[in-house]
């Protein structure tokens, strides 16, 4: 139809896999708002569960193949995987894979990838890329972000996204800083977006046989984190050490797969006469865990990656009071719901975990402004903005 603008999105992370999948949905959700006739979007994907996403929203779509068999046969992951100059792929040898190429057929105006895929810059389409963090730059001490060329790799990924992109969006203004900083992208083209609590946080109701899965202690500070060092599980476990003098009746839940720095942890918790006073519950399912935000004293999240994150989002909706590591764009994030504390000193963190513990009007308190800040910014409030940001993306002369 003329006029219509026609809107790819590109769907590279797999349903269930965490915050990527999450504000992948979120940003599906908001541009099957657009006026339809306005718009017409189109959804690629790989993996066959998106399906039951997709469907109910009534977009067209198209199916690439599964990722753990097409994807991985396709020319342009070997290019991206060797990091060769991306000049000569970009003006001829994109045709000859078949991703690039069913993305480029279909005409669209614009693509979205809201996953920072390799996609963003190996198809030669107009396209609008999240680019989620840069931790390898702010953060390179850590081994999830630099060992075994991951820092070389980022590094390929996001500065040919800055190249080739016709738009970034990033998670707040801290986020925006950095991408200019580093790769000197135009302001103007980096657009922030701020994260939303994952939809599933607001399930109501225990989930059936909660409590025979999982025996959790009365009172306890929650942390959901996989154990990477940057999680920074080590200073939070010295950190209760610290208190357990003044509070000895604290108790943290570590959630999260038993993998990378898990047997370790468990050590050091022995080392630290902890054994009684830490509970790791292995992988925890979406479906339970705002259960674990309704039932917990409070979050509290010492990570030193950001910009922003999800978790406290997720405890804002659920009235869980905060305590979270004051750096980057997570102060811009929470305001003055929650507690901020240096990731690097186990004094402040102790500091802040007994005031939670033993302070109960310090907690109401928290759990108040967290509630009224988590209604500030919606999906409805997300849509609009997107909306706005797609506005500006498909006039912009690149």
Not at 193 to 209: M, N
Not at 393 to 398: A, D
């Amino acid at each position: 139809m003329p006029g219509v603008k026609k809107v790819g999105i590109f769907l590279g992370s797999d349903p269930g896999s965490g915050g990527m999948f999450q504000y992948s949905l979120a940003i599906l959700e908001a541009l099957s708002t657009l006026p339809r006739a306005e718009h017409e979007i189109v959804v690629a994907y790989f993996n066959p569960a998106w399906r039951s996403y997709i469907e109910p929203l009534g977009l067209k779509t198209i199916h690439l193949g599964s990722a753990a068999g097409r994807e991985s046969l396709t020319l342009g992951r070997l290019w991206r995987t060797l990091c060769l100059p991306l000049a000569a792929w970009r003006s001829f040898f994109w045709r000859l894979d078949p991703v690039a190429r069913a993305l480029k057929e279909t005409g669209c105006g614009l693509w979205v990838f809201p996953a920072q895929d390799h996609w963003g810059y190996l198809a030669p389409v107009p396209a609008m890329v999240t680019i989620h963090d840069l931790m390898h730059r702010y953060e390179p001490q850590f081994p999830e972000v630099s060992r075994w060329g991951r820092h070389f790799l980022r590094e390929y990924r996001f500065r040919n996204i800055c190249r080739y992109a016709k738009a970034v969006l990033v998670d707040s203004e801290v986020g925006r800083k950095q991408v200019m900083e580093s790769y000197g992208l135009d302001r103007d083209r980096i657009y922030p977006l701020p994260y939303l609590p994952p939809r599933y946080i607001f399930a109501e109701g225990t989930p059936d046989d909660f409590d025979s899965r999982y025996t959790l202690p009365s009172r306890f500070l929650f942390y959901p984190a996989q154990f990477w060092q940057h999680k920074n599980h080590d200073r939070l476990l010295q950190a209760m050490a610290m208190v357990r003098k003044e509070c000895p009746d604290i108790n943290l839940v570590l959630a999260g797969p038993m993998r990378y720095e898990y047997q370790r942890l468990t050590r050091r918790v022995e080392e630290l006469g902890l054994h009684d006073r830490v509970l790791f519950t292995g992988y925890v399912p979406d479906a339970d865990l705002p259960e674990f935000y309704r039932r917990a004293k409070a979050l509290v999240m010492p990570t030193f990656f950001g910009p922003t994150n999800i978790p406290p989002l997720e405890a804002f909706a659920l009235g869980c009071p905060v305590a979270v590591s004051g750096i980057y764009g997570i102060p811009e994030q929470v305001g003055d719901a929650a507690l901020l504390f240096d990731p690097r000193s186990v004094q402040e963190m102790a500091a802040a975990i007994q005031s939670l513990w033993l302070n109960d009007e310090l907690c109401r308190g928290l759990a108040e402004r967290g509630i009224e800040r988590s209604l500030l910014w919606n999906q409805k409030e997300f849509d609009s903005e997107l909306q706005k940001i797609m506005t500006s993306v498909l006039t912009m002369n690149r």
